[in-house]
Structures are given as C-alpha cells and as structure tokens.
C-alpha cells in the first residue's frame, strides 16, 4: 500500500499555545485527506476533510477556527491546534487518498499533550 | 446514512484458539467493508477489504471475513490466535457507494493469553 507520514509522533505543548501536525503522502499525490481524531479506548471520529487546493469541509461540532486544516499541496496538509487546552489532548490521525474513488492510506498518528 | 456495530469491547483468546470479532453494518447502497487493525500509540493498518467481488475475503496475518448481506455482517476470523494478534480492531464502512469517507466502529479489544 501507499505511504503516509505524520510528523510529529507525539508533541507536548503549553497551554495556549499552537502546534502543528504535518501529514504527507509520500509516494502518491493525494486529492483529499482527512483529519481523525481519537479518544482513549474510542474509534475514530471524523473531523474534517480536504481537498487539495480548497477549503476543509468540518464535521458537525468541530470548529474550524481551533482546528486551521491546510492542504496547500497534493503531498501536504496540516493540521494546527490553536491556543490549546488540556482536553484537545488526543490521538490525531489523518490518512489520505489519491483520487475520488480510491482506497485511504492512514498516518501512523500524533500523540498531543497539552499540559 | 451508514453505520457499524461491534459487539464486545473486549475479546479473549488463548493462543491457538479461533479468533471472532463481530461487525454488523447499515448502509443504504451495497457497502464497501473494511477491517483496520491498530496497535498502540500507532495508526491504522488495514487488515482486508470487501469491494463488491469475492464475498470470502483474505487478508494479511492469516485473517478472513465473509460478507454475508442477508445478516449484513462482516465478521473477521482467523483460525490461530497468535500473541502478536492481542490489539484494538476496528471494522469501517464507506459513506457511499466505493470508496468514501469511512464510519468506524468503536472497536474491538483482542486479547490474546499464553
């Protein structure tokens, strides 16, 4: 299968601050990739979705302006968490897809401490 | 809209024995199926996939599920646990007919004893 990497694997950060998580598709070029968030001893839970080159499309309940999603490349996105707090502390994982109606290929997933 | 049940958080085994984790899916188009395993601290594997061909489908480490659409289950076996099987499964199904944004089940832990 295809390649994702996600960067960092795990990030500890202050309170109130932002951090940066990078997913990157390294042997394909990926059209959309989707941002997953996990809760300890939970399933996956859909964040947001995006498409290279547009906005990201956010699920029901997720805001936006805390979770700024870039895909400004057909290899890239980024995800950042602004001003954290303790409770956006989880497992972020994103995985990506080259076209519309192909297989997703998931990151190995960033732990984020917000302390 | 879509959806998957895994019955049991939680399943043990003694190394050897047959593994079954459960999933049962609602989808309102034929469904593509998934099976993800997830060791921890890492990101999703996948195990195997129903994609409307075989309804037998093999995948890797040895495990297999049936698609059966008259139960609308999807349920993953392998015949011998082995130690290195003890982790978190996770059954998916796609949004829309193909490949699409995937709904997950909320998993299914094995636990796997000498």
């Not at chain 1, 598709?25 to 290279?52: G, I, V």
């Not at chain 2, 480490?61 to 392998?78: I, R, V």
Request: positive net charge; proline residues 3%.
């Amino acid at each position: 299968g295809a390649v994702v990497s996600q960067h960092p694997s795990r990030v500890i950060c202050k309170s109130g601050t932002s951090v940066k998580i990078e997913c990157r598709s390294l042997d394909f070029q990926a059209t959309t990739m989707f941002w997953y968030r996990q809760f300890p001893k939970q399933s996956l839970m859909l964040m947001a979705t995006s498409n290279e080159g547009s906005k990201a499309t956010y699920e029901q309940g997720v805001e936006k302006d805390k979770f700024l999603i870039n895909h400004a490349s057909l290899t890239l996105s980024t995800l950042t968490v602004t001003s954290a707090h303790p409770e956006d502390s989880s497992f972020y994982i994103c995985s990506a897809r080259q076209g519309f109606d192909t297989e997703a290929f998931f990151g190995q997933g960033t732990r984020l401490t917000v302390v | 809209a879509q959806s998957v049940t895994q019955l049991g958080s939680h399943v043990s085994v003694s190394e050897g024995a047959l593994v079954l984790l459960r999933c049962n899916y609602s989808s309102s188009v034929p469904p593509y199926l998934f099976w993800y395993v997830q060791y921890p601290n890492q990101g999703l594997q996948l195990l195997l996939k129903y994609t409307s061909a075989a309804t037998l489908v093999k995948g890797i480490n040895g495990f297999e599920a049936e698609f059966k659409k008259s139960e609308t289950s999807f349920h993953l076996t392998k015949p011998s646990a082995h130690m290195s099987d003890a982790a978190e499964y996770f059954c998916a199904v796609s949004g829309k007919r193909g490949y699409s944004t995937l709904t997950f089940g909320k998993g299914t832990m094995l636990l796997v004893s000498p």
